[in-house]
C-alpha cells in the first residue's frame, strides 16, 4: 500500500505560478512512475505529467514549456512547478504513483486561476 499527500494548491491570478508537491510513504518499489492528473469541472481527469525516477520526464502538449515536474527520490516527493498559469489550468489535481503493479492517488489538491 502506498499513501500519497499533496500541497501547494490554491488560488492564483492568470500569469501567476504554483508549485505542488506530493509525498509517498509506504511500499516504494524501486522502479516506479509518479505524476499528475488534473480533473476540471465537467470534464474527465487528465494526464498532465509524469517522471520516473530513472529521471525522463513527459508532459501533455497542453502544459510543455510552462509545467515542470521533477522528483527527490530520496524523499519519494514529486513536485509540479506550474507558470504562466491560465484561466483553463483550473481543476483538481491529483498526484498518481504506478509501479509494475499498481497505482495510487492522492486525494486531489484544487489549483484555481482567476483573471
Known amino acids: 500500500q502506498v499513501s500519497l499527500v499533496e500541497s501547494g494548491g490554491g488560488l492564483v491570478q492568470a500569469g501567476g505560478s504554483l508549485k505542488l508537491s506530493c509525498a509517498a510513504s509506504g511500499s516504494i518499489f524501486s522502479i516506479n512512475t509518479m505524476g499528475w492528473y488534473r480533473q476540471a469541472p465537467g470534464k474527465q481527469r487528465e494526464w498532465v505529467a509524469s517522471a520516473a525516477n530513472g529521471g525522463s520526464a513527459n508532459y501533455v502538449d497542453s502544459v510543455k514549456g510552462r509545467f515542470t515536474v521533477s522528483r527527490d527520490n530520496a524523499k519519494n516527493t514529486v513536485y509540479l512547478q506550474m507558470t504562466s498559469l491560465k484561466l483553463e489550468d483550473t481543476a483538481v489535481y491529483y498526484c498518481?504513483?504506478?509501479?509494475?503493479?499498481?497505482?495510487?492517488w492522492g486525494q486531489g489538491t484544487q489549483v484555481t486561476v482567476s483573471s
Open positions: 498518481a504513483y504506478r509501479d509494475r503493479d499498481n497505482v495510487y
